[in-house]
């Protein structure tokens, strides 16, 4: 039985459908339409074009973060309703872990890293070992500057992937012989790797409570600080 899959933590929006065996079909789009044009009807496509009718579906497996607020926000409300409405499981996947899908490939450290703005980024480090991707680091947040200097300590080459490495490539490419960055075209987070992890999960009897599950933001945002912010200095007064 197959699973339906989404991404929305960043610009890009990505959906698919995939069995334990077999990926049935993926569409993933980065422009400027907003993850509220462009979800619903991916989805509506996506079954139509793989001829998997929504009562077929086994589970749908959702990107939870860490990334954008807003973009985790619409792909988690999709998924919740969508799995209340079928009365299928719900199962949230590490956005960074998916990603790390990318590079399945044993004896190397893989560095997911995605945009936190200012000159920061969520990473998480995973390895791949005996088929399994496993975290060696829990996502954090730190400068991408920091998180050059962790990685030239690891006694083993690491990958990193994600979008921030593609707009720092010069600091990757003179941080070490032992840090290199995955390929342009793994730099976007894909629908069949939350698939995957999904179909994981599923077999593993990880699912999550339909009514308890939440983005995983990280940090708290932008508009959050500044209403704080503003609070302190009316309170000051």
Request: hydrophobic share 45%; proline share 4%.
């Amino acid at each position: 039985m197959p699973i339906l899959a989404l991404d929305t933590a960043t610009m890009v929006s990505s959906v698919a459908i995939a069995s334990a065996d077999k990926l049935l079909g993926e569409l993933t789009l980065q422009t400027k339409l907003t993850h509220s044009e462009v979800l619903m009807p991916h989805i509506a496509q996506i079954l139509e074009m793989t001829k998997v009718k929504k009562q077929d579906l086994d589970a749908i497996a959702v990107s939870i973060g860490p990334g954008s607020f807003t973009g985790l926000r619409i792909g988690l409300a999709a998924a919740k309703s969508m799995a209340y409405a079928l009365s299928l499981p719900i199962i949230g996947v590490s956005t960074l872990e998916a990603m790390a899908y990318h590079y399945p490939v044993p004896g190397v450290y893989i560095a997911a890293l995605l945009d936190a703005q200012k000159g920061n980024a969520y990473v998480a480090i995973y390895e791949y070992v005996d088929g399994i991707m496993k975290e060696v680091e829990a996502v954090t947040v730190d400068s991408f500057e920091n998180i050059l200097g962790k990685c030239q300590q690891f006694d083993k080459k690491v990958v990193l992937i994600g979008d921030v490495v593609q707009k720092n490539m010069s600091q990757v490419q003179s941080a070490g012989e032992n840090i290199v960055a995955a390929l342009p075209h793994t730099v976007m987070p894909r629908g069949a790797n939350v698939a995957y992890v999904g179909l994981k999960k599923l077999a593993d009897q990880k699912i999550d409570n339909l009514m308890e599950i939440e983005p995983v933001y990280i940090r708290r945002s932008e508009a959050e600080v500044l209403w704080e912010k503003r609070q302190q200095e009316q309170a000051a007064k």
